[in-house]
């Protein structure tokens, strides 16, 4: 009854038998009498066709769900015997949020290609939750994040540590009056940031209008943390939905906001804005490369992931 699966994940995946089968490169007629033929072997409808798009009987829920996972072992089996014949090629699909995405992965990328150029590495990019969604089905090998999770059905390998700092316009007075503790763009990529000596407190700029990024997002999380912390109710002029977004907010002089170094040491950073580290511990944080923990892992993406996590 799984023989011909494909057929009935390509019209839940494309929601209509019409995309289904141009998916496939059948006729729509084929496909319906194959679907047909599986909903006989097991007496049942898999889909309420009534619906617009098609949606799937209780039933069929569960069919797909089998299908998924037969599907998903077929090809763990299919890079076990590729690894097997010590043939390190193959394919790593590996997600990770805009900042990751943009900016990280693709210099991983590089870096990987020059001891792997056997290897093709695909970059997905998404919100975290959607991200592990797909790690959860098998649609990713990997995804690189900097939020901690505590999951034990994921397997986590530390990457770096990063520290998120708050990104000043320089026409702001403020920036005087701490002159002694901002650093420059060139000043972070040197690491000068890493010395507590040049640490502040958050008070400091409690009378500034600031961009927060949205709770959804781990750095409007850390922000929103770090004001309770302190006891102040900071001036929100905006809330955005990427860090990229929020830097080039303040790089226009619209307000403070929060960066991590690692978008800093990434980009050609713009000369209108100081940097200042905050006293505040939580302001570290960590990025891993998750994997399932419970689903057999190629060899390419185990390649991938000792390349870069030989350090603690």
């Not at 995309?19 to 006729?27: C, F, N, P, R, T």
């Not at 069919?63 to 015997?81: G, P």
């Not at 000068?192 to 997002?217: A, G, I, T």
């Not at 689903?295 to 390419?300: N, T």
């Amino acid at each position: 009854m799984f023989e011909n699966k494909e057929y009935v994940l390509a019209v839940y995946r494309e929601g209509s038998f019409t995309k289904a089968a141009e998916k496939l490169y059948v006729s729509q007629p084929s496909l319906s009498a194959t679907v047909k033929r599986i909903e006989e072997k097991i007496s049942t409808p898999i889909f309420n066709r009534a619906t617009n798009p098609i949606s799937l009987t209780e039933p069929g829920e569960e069919y797909v769900r089998y299908a998924l996972e037969i599907e998903q072992n077929e090809r763990d089996f299919q890079r076990y015997v590729s690894d097997y014949m010590n043939l390190v090629v193959g394919k790593i699909r590996i997600g990770g949020s805009s900042l990751f995405s943009s900016f990280v992965i693709p210099k991983l990328m590089a870096e990987f290609n020059l001891a792997y150029p056997k290897i093709q590495v695909e970059i997905f990019e998404d919100s975290t939750k959607d991200l592990l969604h797909k790690l959860n089905l098998g649609a990713l090998d990997i995804v690189i994040d900097n939020v901690e999770l505590h999951d034990d059905t994921l397997n986590a390998n530390f990457y770096s540590s990063e520290l998120l700092l708050l990104a000043v316009p320089k026409h702001l007075e403020i920036n005087e009056k701490l002159k002694e503790f901002r650093l420059t763009a060139k000043e972070v990529k040197r690491e000068k940031h890493k010395n507590e000596k040049y640490s502040v407190e958050l008070e400091q700029f409690e009378n500034e209008l600031f961009v927060f990024l949205n709770p959804e997002n781990n750095t409007g999380k850390k922000a929103e943390m770090i004001f309770k912390k302190h006891g102040i109710s900071p001036k929100v002029g905006f809330y955005l939905d990427q860090q990229v977004t929020a830097y080039n907010v303040s790089c226009s002089g619209l307000g403070v906001t929060f960066i991590s170094d690692t978008l800093i040491k990434h980009i050609d950073a713009n000369p209108d804005l100081y940097y200042y580290r905050l006293t505040d511990k939580e302001m570290a944080r960590k990025i891993h490369f998750y994997q399932k923990s419970n689903r057999y892992v190629s060899l390419a993406a185990q390649k991938f992931i000792e390349f870069f996590t030989n350090h603690e």
